[in-house]
């Protein structure tokens, strides 16, 4: 096994990668985090590849400076609204004269669930099992052992544009690095900021990047949905962009110094000037103006993902809430306009840092909604990394990963 296992969250707005050390006793320790800007990625999926490769290799090239052999072993966060989610089911007859099913069948009818027909272009980046039926009894988490005439697996394909993909394994490998495995971002955001028990009473995770949101949701320990759509925090600076006649640059500062998504809780006297904002900017502006803006178009994300909840039967119906995450989740008043909008309880999610041994000095910094990605990444990777007894699965070839398609989301 690698002496090291890193996360590569590559975001429209920032990449932030996260460093853990594998211990002796098997244990994670938490080294170290990097974030720098990102170039040439447009709502999650690489546009402009030369941009890409120079964003990537300047965080490459940080983690060489803790291990030069870190960056071979890189689980990498993808997804874009091209990724898609669909029900499969496979069905096998119990192989042995006994009736008792064995991993054999088990594996036979995982196989035969990721036989489902995909148009050329897309591959299946997950396949995760919700349920195994032996003779018509569901609900079976593990049915070796058990026996039976027929067993049945119940799953979600979770399958993507493969030209995005590969183009997104092609500039991790451009600027030297090598990809062990890929993981759907919402399901890495999950594993990182939800609780066991949340999962099991049911729960949405809302992820607000820059250039996107993301969803997953659960109920019984079970991936119900996942989803990413192409709206993110980035729209909101464009509109203020567009409100306050400013620059998008200066419009990112105001969004992040004065901005909120409770309008309502801005006094209408609390005035901006905007040329200490920027020099080329004039006249002055209300907060009140700005978080009218920014609550207009969190609302419209609101309604998105109010949306996809509807498909599945699930608005207003998760006892868990609503969990946010992502660099968008840090704008205040955003908890009070999800629990409106969605009539959920919410919470902000941080990172679950128990799975590592982390230094105080580190651990504070990494108590952030933003990180939660790329540390459920490493977690998700060495998760990977266990159930295949130390082998690598990538080495830049997709190919290998997915023919061992994360068993770690089997219930």
């Known amino acids: 096994m690698p002496n090291y296992i890193v996360g590569l969250d590559v975001g429209s707005h920032t990449i932030k990668a996260a460093i853990a050390e594998i211990k002796r006793d098997g244990g994670l320790s938490l080294i170290r985090f990097i974030k720098s800007p990102s170039q040439g990625v447009r709502k999650g999926i690489i546009d402009d590849p030369a941009d890409a490769v120079r964003a990537i290799s300047y965080v490459l090239e940080e983690i060489r400076q803790t291990s030069k052999h870190a960056v071979r072993n890189i689980y990498l966060g993808v997804g874009g609204a091209d990724v898609k989610v669909q029900p499969s089911k496979g069905i096998v007859a119990v192989s042995r004269a006994d009736l008792e099913v064995c991993q054999e069948d088990m594996d036979r009818v995982l196989e035969a669930v990721r036989a489902l027909s995909l148009p050329p272009n897309r591959m299946v980046l997950h396949s995760v099992t919700r349920e195994f039926i032996v003779d018509a009894i569901g609900d079976i988490r593990n049915p070796v052992g058990m026996i039976g005439n027929r067993l049945e697996a119940h799953s979600l394909i979770v399958d993507a544009f493969s030209p995005n993909i590969k183009r997104a394994i092609m500039c991790v490998e451009q600027a030297g690095g090598k990809v062990a495995g890929l993981i759907f971002s919402p399901l890495a955001s999950s594993q990182s900021a939800l609780s066991r028990?949340?999962?099991?009473l049911g729960v949405a995770l809302v992820d607000i990047g820059f250039g996107k949101t993301g969803l997953s949701v659960y109920e019984e320990n079970k991936l119900l949905h996942t989803v990413v759509v192409p709206v993110g925090s980035g729209n909101i600076t464009n509109d203020l962009a567009i409100g306050l006649k400013a620059s998008v640059d200066a419009a990112e500062t105001i969004k992040l110094t004065f901005g909120s998504a409770a309008s309502k809780d801005v006094s209408l006297r609390d005035m901006i000037d905007l040329q200490k904002i920027s020099p080329a900017a004039k006249g002055t502006v209300s907060r009140r103006f700005v978080s009218e803006i920014?609550?207009?178009?969190?609302?419209?994300?609101?309604?998105?993902?109010?949306?996809?909840?509807?498909?599945?039967?699930?608005?207003?119906?998760?006892p868990g809430g609503v969990v946010l995450t992502g660099g968008g989740a840090k704008m205040v008043g955003l908890v009070d306009l999800a629990r409106q909008e969605l009539r959920l309880p919410a919470q902000i999610g941080l990172p679950d840092l128990t799975l590592f041994e982390v230094s105080s000095e580190v651990g504070v910094?990494?108590?952030?909604?933003?990180?939660?990605?790329?540390?459920?990444?490493?977690?998700?990777?060495?998760?990977?990394?266990?159930?295949?007894?130390?082998?690598?699965?990538?080495?830049?070839?997709?190919?290998?990963?997915?023919?061992?398609?994360?068993?770690?989301?089997?219930?």
Not at 296 to 305: C, G, H, K, M, P
Not at 373 to 398: D, I, P, R, T, W
Request: overall charge negative.
């Open 197 to 200: 028990n949340q999962k099991e």
């Open 294 to 318: 920014i609550g207009v178009r969190l609302a419209e994300v609101f309604d998105l993902i109010n949306h996809e909840l509807k498909k599945i039967g699930k608005a207003n119906k998760l």
């Open 365 to 411: 910094d990494a108590e952030d909604p933003e990180y939660a990605c790329v540390f459920g990444l490493v977690s998700h990777g060495y998760e990977l990394m266990k159930e295949n007894q130390g082998e690598l699965l990538g080495s830049g070839n997709a190919g290998n990963f997915f023919k061992k398609i994360f068993r770690l989301f089997n219930p």
